[in-house]
């Protein structure tokens, strides 16, 4: 007597999605604390899913209505060279894959999109109702392929396939763009702070070597009677921009820590003074 299958589990609305890794290395988890997607399986939606060297394919449930009848029950997309976190609510189909900060990266995944120079980004090709979100504004589709990538200046997107709906998030206009067109949104102010930080380590400590990342990149740190690094936030967007400090001393020993500063302050609380070191 055969045994009966066990129904493979299905998607739930606001809940649940189902990622299939479809090539390459796509990492799922939550935070920092990624593991590599072996196969078809149920993921919580809030996870995040790493597809910078590789492919994905996700599938979530639609709502009850005018999404089912026009998608059937179950939406989906493939993601690629980029990381993300999903977001859907409970009583609408809408599908939000929100690009991850430099901070929300974890330290391999930080390192493979840095390997490839390409920054934080995502490209999707979905049918149903999915939104990319960046820093300075989502682009919401039904059925196309777009890229939503962060940029120096904004948010960058640019459709391939498709129709995409653009919301700025600073001016809160919408803008509509076809195949081969792109729109970069904007903050609403652009930070003009510029300064240098002094990076400590325990007295008699030999430095053998100091990495600092400010806003994704790397940045030369200057040796001498003091370890010091520069801070460049001209062009940020207004928010928290963190900081990573990593320290090896002759000895072995490693520092690590963050430090963070705000960008596009009143002018009542920016210090007449730069900042200490």
Known sequence: VQAASVPEPEPELGRTARATPVSGVVLV??????????GREIVPVGSTLDAT????KLELESAPGADRARFGRLMDGEFYDGA??????TSES?????LLD??????????RAKAKKRGLRVWGKARGRFRTSGRNGAATVRGTEWLTSEQALGTLFR???GVVQVREFASGRTVTLRAGQEFLAKPACASRRAFRIRLRVAPGATVRSALVI???????????????????????????????IRIRTADGRVVTGTRTYRTCRTTRNVPRDPPPL
């Open 29 to 38: 988890g939550k935070g920092n604390n990624l593991r590599a997607l072996r």
């Open 53 to 56: 060297d590789g492919r994905v």
């Open 84 to 89: 993300f976190t999903i977001a859907q609510r």
């Open 94 to 98: 809408l599908v939000d894959l929100r």
């Open 102 to 111: 430099e901070s929300g990266l974890s330290p391999r995944s930080f390192k």
């Open 159 to 161: 459709v391939k396939e």
């Open 214 to 244: 400010v806003r994704g990149k790397r940045v030369a740190v200057r040796r001498g009677r003091r370890l010091t690094a520069p801070i460049d936030l001209r062009g940020a967007p207004a928010g928290v921009v963190r900081v990573r």
